[in-house]
Nanobody
Framework: VRLVESGGGLVQAGGSLTLSCVNS????????IGWFRQAPGKEREFVAG????????TYSEPVKGRFTISRSYAKDTTYLQMTNLKPEDTAVYYC??????????????WGQGTQVTVSS
């Protein structure tokens, strides 16, 4: 299984970024694609998830109303659109896949992630 994240960068508070995750998981088997993040000195945490077949979404409380997860069948890609970014959103963002809901438990090795830095 291959999960490749991209799209991170440096942005000012209040700004926006969109992350992408290309995956090789057999998404027609009911997998859920999730985004996670790990800030310096903190444990990795769940951010958002999407059921590939139905498009149903779930979010952690800190990002509700600011982040939007979506997917493209044609590109085998999941997106995380992040708006109104805050300095506390600074972290390395990862994608993974699982089958639990509403909090996705990752089932595969982690990729390299993509760094998001929000300046105040």
């Amino acid at each position: 299984v291959r999960l490749v994240e991209s799209g991170g960068g440096l942005v000012q508070a209040g700004g926006s970024l969109t992350l992408s995750c290309v995956n090789s998981v057999r998404t027609d088997n009911g997998w859920i694609i999730g985004w996670f993040r790990q800030a310096p000195g903190k444990e990795r945490e769940f951010v958002a998830g999407i059921k590939w077949l139905s498009g149903m979404t779930t979010y952690s409380e800190p990002v509700k109303g600011r982040f939007t997860i979506s997917r493209s069948y044609a590109k085998d890609t999941t997106y995380l659109q992040m708006t109104n970014l805050k300095p506390e959103d600074t972290a390395v963002y990862y994608c993974n896949a699982g089958v639990t809901w509403p909090t996705v438990t990752p089932r595969f090795p982690w990729g390299q992630g993509t760094q998001v830095t929000v300046s105040s």
